[in-house]
């Protein structure tokens, strides 16, 4: 599903590439980097992005709200063009996304408001419900089932260049739906036949909140919000640090699914991994989004055992 429509808009089918500088530096006996700056608007959104919006339409909607910290909010209003959909896009009055005046030349409508990402979701999800609009906010059990579908095809396309599942796969958490996502998919692969494992699912995420991998290294089976008062939001983190964690639940079933790991990076370490991206492979990643291949490393270093040889760092998002 998804994968004919996505190649039809530029969507998916991104890079995917053996990191041979890097896997002598950071001792990986194999390493793959999958980069999903390749989609129209520089991240994996579009894919969850244009599956939302198709079901909109499909619903009869003709407008839709998000909560958005930037990305997600500038895939919706690029991709909405392809659905006649009138976008309207919640960012909290405290952050500074570059990508608002993108949103607004693209016929997005902004709504800047006081309050933090989760709050807004709500206040949007409640604009929608009063002026007939569709809710497109990550959470609701609706627009999960479709984003989920849609992120698995980053495991369907990571399969098809391997030609096997890697032991472990690496991606940076917030919401938790495009790691619930991809661990859906090599669920799938499996269930078909086509693989007999499903890998090691490793969740990157800040030192500045993130309820997916602080629940998981507490032992919880249920996603517990974390006290929005101790978050700590930063220029690099913000895409990814969060208080709640509205596809979390998923995202923690798929780590004690595949017997995964939690890694919670500083600020410097994504720095510092976003430059390695940078000069090591011509990568332009979005701090934030290298997490996913500190976190990895790490895995690598402390838990991996002799017998996985296969990694695979899934770069969610480029710099802009």
């Not at 793959?32 to 991240?43: D, H, I, R, S």
């Not at 260049?161 to 799938?188: I, L, W």
């Not at 032992?219 to 919000?225: A, E, L, M, N």
Request: proline letters at 4%; hydrophobic letters at 35%.
């Amino acid at each position: 599903m998804f994968t004919r429509e996505f190649k039809e808009h530029g969507i998916g089918d991104t890079i995917f590439t053996r990191s041979r500088n890097l896997e002598k530096l950071l001792d990986f006996s194999k390493l793959y980097l999958k980069f999903e700056g390749g989609n129209p608007t520089g991240t994996m959104k579009d894919r969850a992005s244009y599956a939302t919006l198709k079901h909109a339409q499909e619903k009869g909607f003709t407008t839709i709200a998000v909560a958005s910290c930037g990305n997600f909010g500038a895939s919706i209003v690029h991709l909405s063009r392809i659905f006649s959909m009138t976008p309207h896009v919640y960012i909290p009055e405290s952050y500074h996304t570059p990508r608002i005046q993108e949103m607004e030349r693209q016929g997005g409508i902004i709504h800047r408001a006081p309050g933090t990402y989760e709050e807004l979701v709500e206040q949007s999800g409640r604009d929608a419900e009063e002026n007939g609009w569709y809710n497109g906010n990550p959470g609701t059990e609706e627009n999960t089932e479709v984003s989920l579908r849609a992120y698995e095809t980053i495991a369907y396309e990571i399969f098809d260049r391997m030609e096997y599942a890697p032991d472990a796969v690496s991606v940076s958490v917030s919401n938790g739906t495009c790691f619930s996502g991809v661990h859906q998919g090599f669920k799938v692969l499996r269930r078909r036949g086509e693989t007999d494992k499903v890998p090691v699912m490793v969740a990157a995420s800040t030192e500045g909140g993130s309820p997916v991998v602080t629940s998981f290294n507490d032992g919880r089976r249920k996603i517990k919000d974390l006290d929005p008062a101790k978050i700590v939001e930063t220029e690099h983190n913000e895409p990814i640090v969060n208080w709640r964690s509205l596809d979390g639940q998923h995202a923690l079933d798929a780590l004690w699914d595949s017997g995964g790991y939690g890694a919670l990076i500083s600020d410097e370490v994504m720095v510092t991994f976003s430059r390695l991206l940078e000069k090591e492979e011509g990568l332009s990643v979005l701090p934030a989004s290298a997490a996913s291949l500190a976190a990895l490393a790490e895995y690598a270093k402390t838990k991996a055992t002799p017998k996985m040889s296969a990694f695979v760092a899934v770069l969610t998002g480029r710099k802009y």
